[in-house]
Each structure stands twice: as structure tokens, then as C-alpha cells.
């Protein structure tokens, strides 16, 4: 019995099917059941490859008979099954599945079909091992095809793979690029691929690709027998896939407002005044923050002894002391703007055709995103487009408080500062830095030197019980600087506008971009414009 290509399918799955006359000619080449008798049964495990014996396209008349075979890697009893792919038209195999003998050698005989085509027959065994062989038809004979890609587009080439479905139209094979046909052929780029033993007669689909990102397909008949039959095909990029996007993405500043340092100067002097609220001096504050912390009789007895040995005037502090070293350390943050880097994230598609993506911040200007006033669950939303020639371009919004970004900056001014001190103390926050400043310590002393009694600043607090209540205070006071943009209602906005050049993967996914941003910063004292280098990569940015 003859497997035509309808029943090949069901024969797959398993079921048993009767063979011919054919199949009990064994030559060495597989066992198979005769009729009546039980299917195959292979022994256990897999090979770990499976080859046909011919190594190039097999070439045959309308309606003959030719035998294929196959082997295993390692030799072995296994079950091959056999399908046909394509436009087989009504040929047919006389078995579906044949246990290979000792050797790892089995046979099936393919009968051709009865007008000219191209096709595949497939071998597969349990696990991956799998091959194909495609089998071309014709009574007219047969040619060559070399294929002359024309690509204008921007994508880098490393090697053309030529294709050609017989009895196909370039619209039964939809896509860029489109699916290769049977028979097919590789070349570097520099190069034309040939498709050799094309049969001629039916209408060909000849396409071109480079993996799989782009690709073209033209339709071919009266091809001429024995000769190179050239052919043009114009290939086009396969639309960049920015649903899959996944992106390390970085912003950098490089250009700023005429009016940059003022505007911020601004916002620099509205959080440090935030520190000392009300208070007419750095002191005052200072010493009301260190009552706050006390409760009664203790608040009582601090603010009695306060007013009796006049400490608002004994403390050692400039009237705006705390608030112009604060003030100094954000100037020496905000160097950290205008860097190559200043804002670093991920960038992930959102939208089913990849028109929308978050950004999910990492860092800002070497501060991570929660210490900068950032959001960091990655709802920064942005529009993500494409257009032809790889260009991309990305925009959207990032919100932040601005009181948090720059007391986050006033870090780097603070680390510099302490290490600028005697014994060049090690801070890891502001408010460290600010006790040294300030001098906790000595004002314990002071206080101290200063009470009813012996080494008594107050009731029965001391030199260290007042140094702590000073620690104390300007945690309070910097809190106070940190929370300024949240008690006045001010959120900052940075509106994005980035365009680059993208490069692709083979599947046209976006593998990385160049290129530059413009935005506009909103302090909340005044709109600056802004700018620089843009990026994204698959891999960490170095």
C-alpha cells in the first residue's frame, strides 16, 4: 500500500500502516512488518543523529520510483519515521516508519508524482535527530539559478540564503522575509548564491534572504535547462521588531540652559531654607530641632536652661553655616548632571506591536533612582517607535522630586568635604558629615561647660547626652531639607526626546542604538532645556 501525502500525517502519529510488496524487499536496510504483522518496535534510546546517504538534491522524472536511505549515528535497531513536505502534488512513500537494521540503515522508496515540483522528505527518530532531502521533479529537466540580492538598506550582510518553491507564487509565501522553499543555497555577501537541479517547467518563487531580517521574493518561469538562469531580487528589511525590545539604556548631559546654574542656585537656596524653616538663624534651628526631640520635664529644663545661659548666642555657629555648606555640597553634586551616564536603565516593551515601553531606572548621576526622588517600578512610560532605515526614536516623561535629587547629590559634596577634615573621617551620609561640620561633639562641651552644674548642660544631661540630642536635631533639619519639594506640592519633570541610528539582531529584534536626546527640566522655578548622548545596548554599558 502506498503512503500518499494525505496519510503520511496520520502515519506519524503512530498508527500502523500496511505496506506494499515493497516493503518486505529488506536488503539490509531496516525491518518492517508485512501485512498483517505488527508494526516495527526499536530498541531503547535515541540516536544521536540521523543522515540520508545522498548529499545533494535528488533529481527524478515524473512518476518514477527512487529509493532513499538513511543512517543512524550510532549504529543501531531505531524507529525512523518518514514524511513528505511541501508540494509533494500525489507522491508517495510505501511505508511511513521502518526500524533500521544493526547498522543504523533504513529505506523507503519515494514515488515521484505526476507533474513537475520541488519538495522535502523528512526523517525523524525519537528525540532530535532529524534530516531532510529535497527532491526535485521534472521531465523537462533541470537548471541553475543564481540569485543578484538588491538591497539598499542600512543592515550589515554576512551571507545570503537563496530559495526555490516550485508551483508557488511569491503571495503563497507571505513575510519578511518569506519562508524558504525546498531547495536552497548560501553565499557570503560579496557573492551571488546558485540554486542547482531547479526543475523546469512549473512557475517558480524564487526569494533571498539574510537571516531573518530581511528578505524578498520574485516569481520565475520559463527557466532554461543546463544553464544559469540570473535573476534579480529586490530585498527589503524586515520592520524592526520593537515588541521584543530589551534594552541597557543610557542618558548623558552634555549641553545645558544658558540660565542652568541660576535656575538650580534657586531651587538650592528653597531646600536649604526648608532645613531652618521660621528660624531666624542655623543656631536657632538647631537648638529648637534638639528640644523637639525631648518631652516633658526634660523639654522644660532644656528650654529654662536655653534661655538662662543664653546658648542661641554662645553656639559656634554662622548664622547660615549649616545652610551654606549644605548649599555648597548640592553645587559639588550637581557636577554629576553633565555626564555621559547621568541616567541608566531598562528599557522593555509594553505594547504588543512594541509601540509603548518602560524606562526603569538603575541610577541617576551615580545615585540610585528611590535616593534621587526617582520612581523606580518602572512606569515611566514611553512612546517606542521605528521608522524606515533603523532610525528609533524614544520619548516620555520622567518625574521625580526635586528636593530629593539634590539633597541625594549633596552626597558627593559632603564625602569630599569629610575627607577634607582632621583624621579625613570616612561619612557614608549627609547628615554624618553635617555633625562633623557642625561639631556636635564640641557643642556637647559648650553646653556642658555652660550648666547649673559640674559637667551638666541641663536637669542631668550631659556633654554626650547633649551631643546626641545635636546628632539628633540635624538628622531632623536634613530631613526637613529632603521633604521640602513634598511639603510645597513640586514635582520636577523632564520631558524626553531621544533619536538613533538602531542596530538589529537576525530576527530584526533592536539589538542597540546611538544617537542623542533633547528635553526640557521643570524645577518648579522655571522650564531649562537640556541634552546629550543616548544609548541602548543588550549589554551593560561600558
Not at 537541479?197 to 530581511?214: I, K
Not at 521588531?241 to 548631559?253: I, N, R, S
Not at 533592536?510 to 543588550?538: H, I, K, N, Q
Request: charged fraction near 20%.
Amino acid at each position: 500500500m502506498l503512503l500518499h501525502k494525505a496519510t503520511v500525517g496520520v502515519a506519524i502519529l503512530g498508527l500502523t500502516v500496511a505496506c506494499g510488496s515493497a516493503s518486505s524487499d529488506r536488503e539490509g536496510f531496516g525491518n518492517t512488518a508485512g501485512p498483517g504483522g505488527a508494526g516495527p518496535t526499536a530498541s531503547a534510546g535515541a540516536p544521536d543523529s540521523l543522515t540520508f546517504f545522498d548529499d545533494d538534491t535528488v533529481t527524478v522524472a515524473t512518476s518514477e520510483g527512487r529509493t532513499l536511505r538513511v543512517r543512524t549515528e550510532p549504529p543501531g535497531e531505531y524507529l525512523v519515521r518518514f514524511a513528505l513536505l511541501g508540494e509533494s502534488l500525489d507522491a508517495s512513500l510505501d511505508r511511513a516508519e521502518v526500524l533500521t537494521d544493526s547498522l543504523g540503515e533504513a529505506k523507503v522508496v519515494l514515488t515521484a508524482p505526476t507533474r513537475p515540483t520541488a519538495f522535502e522528505v523528512r526523517a525523524s527518530s525519537v528525540g532530535a535527530a532529524s534530516a531532510r532531502l529535497p527532491v526535485s521533479v521534472s521531465e523537462l529537466g533541470f537548471a541553475t539559478i543564481e540569485v543578484v540580492p538588491q538591497y539598499t538598506g542600512n543592515r550589515p550582510i554576512g551571507l545570503w540564503t537563496a530559495s526555490v518553491a516550485a508551483g508557488t507564487t511569491c503571495a503563497d509565501l507571505p513575510g519578511v522575509p518569506p519562508p524558504d522553499g525546498p531547495l536552497s543555497n548560501s553565499a557570503f555577501a560579496d557573492q551571488f548564491p546558485r540554486i542547482e537541479d531547479v526543475p523546469v517547467g512549473p512557475v517558480l518563487a524564487v526569494t533571498v534572504r539574510a537571516d531573518q531580517f530581511a528578505g524578498g521574493c520574485v516569481e520565475l518561469e520559463n527557466v532554461i535547462p543546463r544553464e544559469i538562469n540570473q535573476i534579480t531580487v529586490a530585498v527589503s528589511d524586515r520592520p524592526m521588531q520593537l515588541a521584543e525590545t530589551d534594552l541597557l539604556v543610557e542618558l548623558g548631559v552634555d549641553s545645558t540652559d544658558p540660565d542652568w546654574a541660576a535656575t538650580l542656585d534657586g531651587t538650592i537656596e528653597s531646600v536649604t531654607r526648608a532645613m531652618v524653616g521660621e528660624a531666624v538663624s542655623d543656631t536657632v534651628a538647631l537648638l529648637d530641632a534638639m528640644g523637639m526631640s525631648l518631652s516633658d520635664p526634660e523639654a522644660v529644663a532644656f528650654a529654662a536652661q536655653r534661655s538662662a545661659a543664653a546658648w542661641d548666642s554662645l553656639l559656634p555657629i554662622a548664622q547660615t553655616g549649616l545652610r551654606d555648606e549644605a548649599a555648597a555640597w548640592m553645587r559639588v553634586g550637581l557636577t554629576k548632571l553633565e555626564a555621559p551616564d547621568v541616567f541608566e536603565g531598562r528599557l522593555q516593551s509594553s505594547g504588543r506591536v512594541g509601540e509603548r515601553a518602560t524606562l526603569a531606572l538603575a541610577s541617576v548621576a551615580g545615585l540610585d533612582p528611590a535616593s534621587a526622588g526617582f520612581s523606580v517600578d518602572g512606569n515611566n512610560n514611553f512612546t517606542w517607535t521605528a521608522e524606515p532605515g533603523d532610525t528609533v526614536q524614544l520619548g516620555g516623561p520622567l518625574f521625580w522630586t526635586p528636593s530629593k535629587l539634590f539633597t541625594g547629590l549633596a552626597l558627593f559634596g559632603a564625602t569630599e568635604a569629610a575627607l577634607a577634615m582632621p583624621g579625613s573621617p570616612t561619612v557614608q551620609t549627609v547628615p554624618e558629615a553635617l555633625v562633623l561640620h557642625v561639631g556636635c561633639a564640641s557643642i556637647g562641651q559648650t553646653l556642658a561647660d555652660s550648666g547649673p552644674g559640674a559637667g551638666v548642660a541641663y536637669s542631668s544631661c550631659d556633654a554626650d547626652c547633649v551631643e546626641a540630642l545635636c546628632t539628633d536635631a540635624v538628622h531632623r533639619l536634613w530631613q526637613r531639607a529632603i521633604d521640602a519639594s513634598g511639603v510645597a506640592g513640586q514635582i520636577g519633570t523632564l520631558d524626553i526626546t531621544a533619536t538613533g541610528q538602531a542596530g538589529v539582531d537576525e530576527e530584526a529584534r533592536p539589538l542597540a542604538f546611538d544617537g542623542t536626546w533633547v528635553g526640557r527640566l521643570d524645577v518648579g522655578l522655571g522650564e531649562l532645556s537640556v541634552g546629550g548622548p543616548a544609548r541602548g545596548s543588550t549589554d551593560p554599558p561600558k
